[in-house]
């Protein structure tokens, strides 16, 4: 990232004033609203409860074209109260200028929504996977494809990504293999830090740019077994030398948001985890950004046993540092 001149620092400044007094304004509900991003349901629609309408779905009695043309719960009135900050599985101009239409003129705030999706190799123009395309060592295609797929979400009205994902893989049992550089720290980090640019460019503010997210933050790849979701158990040195440069790298390169990990590492949830989301995130790496977590993470931190509710969850995973409640209204 290039070094901010004079008039760009005192743009912040301005622009950090205005927060700072936004957020005096804000009640407490409103600012834990920012903290959710919410997703469109379909669930309700037809009179029907979720069981009911899967339980139709696999025996037959509801077509895959009913289900999609379901009418979706976009959660309007949360949106008129301020409650969500974010909306996920949102695309097109239409759909997410209505939506944000109704945050920006009928809240109280008027505090726009940030629209994230996974967009992982390619949006209407499809790439290589990122394993395929980390074979090429080709830094500077792989940065251009990241480009093309910010400039085409971004038209869609999308201004967040999840991705890069930076997690090293040395099991080729993990499912998620794929979606990564393979097992090489060093590759794994210069891809990293290609994406990051790709996505982002110069500025965030440049036309065709998008906020991208380095994930899964950490040690997701090193699950025991290569099974997905499962603990993850290794030294303090093995962490620092293998999984954790690509993420360094994302943050040098200044990557505007983190995701945290399903995992565990070491017994304690990634989602919960203040070594790794304070301590190595904010003060080892210097992160400015945002961490969401992925999606439902918070309340599976009830499955780790780790915590005895979602509430007890939510006030571990704010306390050690996560931001954003992925998708599930966890922090509600």
Same mark, same amino acid.
């Given at each position: 990232?290039?070094?901010?001149?004079?008039?760009?620092?005192?743009?912040?400044?301005?622009?950090?004033?205005?927060?700072?007094?936004?957020?005096?304004?804000?009640?407490?509900?409103?600012?834990?609203?920012?903290?959710?991003?919410?997703?469109?349901? *379909?669930?309700?629609?037809? %009179?029907? $409860?979720?069981? /009911?309408?899967?339980?139709? &779905?696999? #025996?037959?009695? @509801?077509?895959?074209?009913?289900?999609?043309?379901?009418?979706?719960?976009?959660?309007?009135?949360?949106?008129?109260?301020?409650? *969500?900050?974010?909306m996920? %599985?949102? $695309?097109?101009? /239409?759909?997410?200028?209505q &939506?944000? #239409?109704?945050? @920006?003129?009928?809240?109280?705030?008027?505090?726009?929504?940030?629209?994230?999706?996974?967009?992982?190799?390619?949006?209407?123009? *499809?790439f290589?996977?990122?394993?395929?395309?980390?074979?090429?060592?080709?830094?500077e &295609?792989?940065?251009?494809?990241?480009?093309?797929a910010?400039?085409?979400?971004?038209?869609?009205?999308?201004?967040?990504?999840?991705?890069?994902?930076?997690?090293?893989?040395?099991?080729?049992?993990w499912?998620?293999?794929?979606?990564?550089?393979g097992?090489?720290?060093?590759?794994?980090?210069?891809?990293?830090?290609?994406?990051?640019?790709?996505?982002?460019?110069?500025?965030?503010?440049?036309?065709?740019?998008?906020?991208?997210?380095?994930?899964?933050?950490?040690?997701y790849?090193?699950?025991?077994?290569?099974?997905?979701?499962?603990?993850?158990?290794?030294?303090?040195?093995?962490?620092?030398?293998?999984?954790?440069?690509?993420?360094?790298?994302?943050a040098?390169?200044?990557?505007?948001?983190?995701?945290?990990?399903?995992?565990?590492?070491?017994?304690?949830?990634?989602?919960?985890?203040?070594?790794?989301?304070?301590?190595?995130?904010?003060?080892?790496?210097?992160f400015?950004?945002?961490?969401?977590?992925?999606?439902?993470?918070?309340?599976?931190?009830?499955?780790?046993?780790?915590?005895?509710?979602?509430?007890?969850?939510?006030?571990?995973?704010?306390?050690?540092?996560?931001?954003?409640?992925m998708?599930?209204?966890?922090?509600?």
């Amino acid at each position: 990232m290039t070094e901010l001149n004079i008039q760009e620092k005192m743009i912040i400044a301005d622009y950090e004033n205005k927060i700072n007094v936004l957020i005096d304004k804000m009640t407490i509900e409103e600012k834990v609203g920012q903290l959710n991003q919410s997703l469109p349901s *379909i669930f309700g629609a037809f %009179g029907m $409860t979720k069981d /009911e309408i899967i339980e139709k &779905l696999v #025996k037959g009695e @509801i077509s895959y074209e009913d289900f999609q043309a379901m009418e979706r719960d976009y959660h309007k009135d949360d949106l008129r109260r301020g409650l *969500i900050g974010s909306m996920g %599985g949102i $695309t097109g101009v /239409e759909l997410s200028n209505q &939506l944000q #239409k109704i945050v @920006i003129e009928e809240s109280r705030l008027g505090i726009p929504l940030l629209f994230g999706l996974d967009v992982i190799h390619g949006y209407r123009t *499809i790439f290589p996977i990122p394993l395929a395309e980390a074979c090429s060592w080709d830094l500077e &295609l792989i940065e251009k494809t990241a480009e093309i797929a910010a400039k085409e979400s971004s038209a869609a009205g999308i201004h967040w990504t999840y991705a890069p994902m930076v997690d090293v893989s040395r099991d080729p049992r993990w499912g998620r293999v794929a979606e990564g550089a393979g097992e090489d720290t060093y590759l794994a980090s210069v891809i990293a830090a290609a994406r990051v640019k790709g996505f982002q460019g110069e500025k965030l503010s440049e036309p065709g740019r998008i906020l991208a997210c380095a994930k899964h933050f950490a040690a997701y790849g090193g699950a025991v077994g290569g099974r997905d979701y499962n603990t993850v158990d290794m030294s303090l040195q093995t962490l620092y030398e293998v999984y954790l440069p690509p993420f360094e790298a994302a943050a040098k390169a200044g990557v505007g948001t983190f995701m945290s990990a399903f995992n565990d590492l070491n017994g304690i949830p990634c989602t919960v985890n203040k070594f790794l989301l304070t301590n190595v995130l904010r003060e080892q790496f210097g992160f400015k950004g945002f961490v969401v977590s992925d999606a439902n993470s918070i309340a599976e931190v009830v499955i780790h046993g780790e915590s005895v509710d979602r509430k007890e969850a939510s006030k571990k995973a704010l306390l050690a540092g996560l931001e954003m409640d992925m998708s599930q209204g966890t922090y509600q």
